[in-house]
């Protein structure tokens, strides 16, 4: 059974940095991409960043290029997501995605002061 479980987020003030480590299990973990995708509350989802398989190459939507990075530890099974010098309208779901069908659970950020 393939699970993604996330971790971290949270409340953080305008300007401030978060971590989001997803945590995969069920499926050959080095052989995938892995997303990280968002969704603010009342509107649809917005694709985030991407880390190749191998974690050699990334790609970034241009709302968080900068800001977010994306790393991950094929030894452990895991993608994390940086972000820093957060602002309100970063507030969103953060959620893992693999294969393109497989989703974590979501965790929440929210920048406020």
């Known amino acids: 059974e393939v699970q993604l479980v996330e971790s971290g987020g949270g409340l953080v003030q305008p300007g401030g940095s978060l971590r989001l480590s997803c945590a995969a299990s069920?499926?050959?973990?080095?052989?995938?991409?892995m997303h990280w995708v968002r969704q603010v509350p009342g509107k649809g989802l917005e694709w985030v960043l991407t880390?190749?398989?191998?974690?050699?190459?990334?790609n970034y939507a241009d709302s968080v290029k900068g800001q977010f990075t994306i790393s991950r530890d094929n030894t452990k099974n895991t993608v994390t997501l940086g972000m820093n010098s957060l602002k309100p309208e970063d507030k969103a779901g953060y959620y893992c995605?693999?294969?393109?069908?497989?989703w974590g659970q979501g965790r929440q950020v929210t920048v406020s002061s």
């Open positions: 995605n693999a294969r393109g069908s497989y």
């Open positions: 069920g499926f050959t973990f080095s052989s995938y991409a």
């Open positions: 880390i190749n398989s191998g974690g050699g190459t990334t």
